[in-house]
């Protein structure tokens, strides 16, 4: 069965436009705070400056990502052709066929996400980011409607939105940088927290996507089998192939488990070892950690020996899935420059520090540390600030401060929401986002409360 090929849709313009104009009227919004907060503080031209800025990293951030795509894209070529992938979302299915009723099972999109998933909750976001952007590649090649995302789309971005984390693996090193004695201790509050993001996410998803101002677009089908848009299939068909599931053979799957033996070695050594270094802490966040580190190289190797001992040839393979990353990543440029404008035009006038002072009072009162409030409000929009607003709350009230475990809770369970959604969509041309952006915030929101409450809780 060959994906990606459906029947061409003609959208009424009767359509709800409530979801499209969220978007628009966020954008707005926030360029116009920052006119008026500039306006009224003398801050024009660091308006300008912050736009400019936002501008030259979007653009940075794009081109940075050409790399890694190619290389993931690569691979994930190979893994699905070999069949690995399907393998992989075979374990899960149960799972998946709840989240994703409408994504047939062995659609490529369903290992995909399985991918990013696991990729997410090891703290391995130089491969999260490109298996995520290959799973809305392949959500698209099932949306009947290009333009719009799909029930499929918007639950996958709750998900990362809700950024499900086993080792919150940037807030534990800045702890551990500043001193802290023991900087593992935020795992476990982590875990409970973005456990809270995430089923927010999922239910804001599942009990909004019904509404007037969400619903899907309701469209006519037309009998034919072309692509509903350039977009909504990969431009090389054959990465949609049908792929190699028949087991390898007895000799073979020794000799990949020799494979996987030696890897899982490398992890012991990094375990028990203290001369190579081995993490400290209890039992299972070592675990985890040891894991983490062997599970890139493991890939690396893995992927393409299977697909080699699958009877693909595995260098033609991976440069075939490897033309995609250059496109992928620069068309993603003009929706980043959009928002990571707006943003920067916000931060230099001084839009969040306002924010800030006139939230505090309200947040102080209901028990929010009003010294989270700069990080609560950077972090949907921005990574780098909210990293910097997390350090510098870390060396002011010190690194085993609860104040500290908080930050490191919330940058953990939380997620750069805007700059999610500007990645993903815009990698497939998707201007409705329907009610992804109010799922994310409201992942947000109680990944935040969740953080102050945990931490209170458990280390106060």
């Not at 029947?7 to 436009?17: A, D, G, K, Y």
């Not at 260098?315 to 496109?327: I, L, R």
């Amino acid at each position: 069965m060959s994906y990606g090929r459906h029947s061409r849709i003609v959208i009424p313009e009767t359509r709800s436009l409530g979801s499209h104009a969220m978007l628009n009227w966020i954008w707005l919004g926030i360029l116009t705070v920052a006119a008026l907060v500039a306006g009224v503080t003398g801050r024009l031209a660091g308006l300008t400056d912050g736009a400019l800025k936002g501008a030259e990293t979007s653009v940075t951030v794009a081109f940075g990502l050409i790399g890694v795509m190619t290389l993931w894209l690569g691979l994930m070529r190979l893994a699905e052709r070999s069949g690995m992938v399907q393998s992989v979302a075979s374990l899960l299915r149960p799972l998946l066929r709840r989240l994703f009723p409408e994504v047939p099972e062995s659609h490529p999109a369903m290992g995909s996400m399985v991918l990013n998933i696991a990729a997410n909750a090891l703290g391995l976001t130089n491969a999260a980011t490109p298996l995520g952007l290959r799973a809305m590649r392949d959500l698209q090649s099932l949306n009947r409607h290009p333009d719009t995302a799909s029930d499929a789309m918007c639950t996958f971005l709750a998900i990362n939105t809700g950024s499900v984390q086993l080792i919150p693996t940037t807030a534990i090193a800045i702890l551990a940088a500043n001193g802290s004695a023991n900087p593992t201790a935020i795992i476990g509050t982590t875990l409970l927290a973005t456990t809270c993001s995430s089923a927010t996410g999922l239910a804001v998803v599942r009990l909004t996507r019904g509404l007037r101002w969400f619903r899907a677009p309701e469209g006519t089908a037309n009998a034919t089998s072309e692509p509903a848009s350039t977009e909504a299939a990969p431009s090389d068909p054959t990465l949609l192939t049908a792929a190699n599931t028949e087991p390898l053979s007895a000799g073979r799957r020794i000799l990949f488990g020799l494979l996987v033996l030696v890897f899982a070695g490398f992890a012991a050594q990094i375990l028990f070892n203290p001369a190579a270094g081995s993490p400290k802490g209890p039992f299972l966040v070592r675990l985890i950690e040891a894991v983490s580190v062997v599970a890139l190289p493991f890939l690396f190797v893995a992927i393409p020996v299977y697909g080699t001992l699958k009877g693909l040839r595995a260098y033609e393979e991976f440069v075939e899935g490897a033309k995609e990353g250059f496109a992928t990543a620069t068309r993603i440029i003009p929706y980043l420059v959009a928002m990571l404008v707006a943003i920067g035009a916000l931060r230099g006038a001084g839009g969040i520090e306002w924010i800030t002072r006139t939230l505090e009072p309200l947040l102080r009162g209901v028990g929010y540390p009003a010294e989270l409030v700069p990080m609560t409000l950077l972090r949907p929009l921005t990574g780098s600030g909210t990293l910097a607003a997390f350090t510098d709350l870390v060396k002011s009230h010190g690194a085993d401060s609860l104040l500290a475990r908080m930050g490191g809770t919330l940058f953990g369970s939380t997620e750069t929401t805007f700059y999610v959604i500007a990645v993903y969509f815009g990698s497939v041309g998707i201007r409705r986002t329907r009610n992804a952006i109010l799922a994310g915030l409201s992942a947000d929101i109680a990944g935040s409360i969740a953080a102050v409450w945990v931490c209170r809780s458990i280390l106060g």
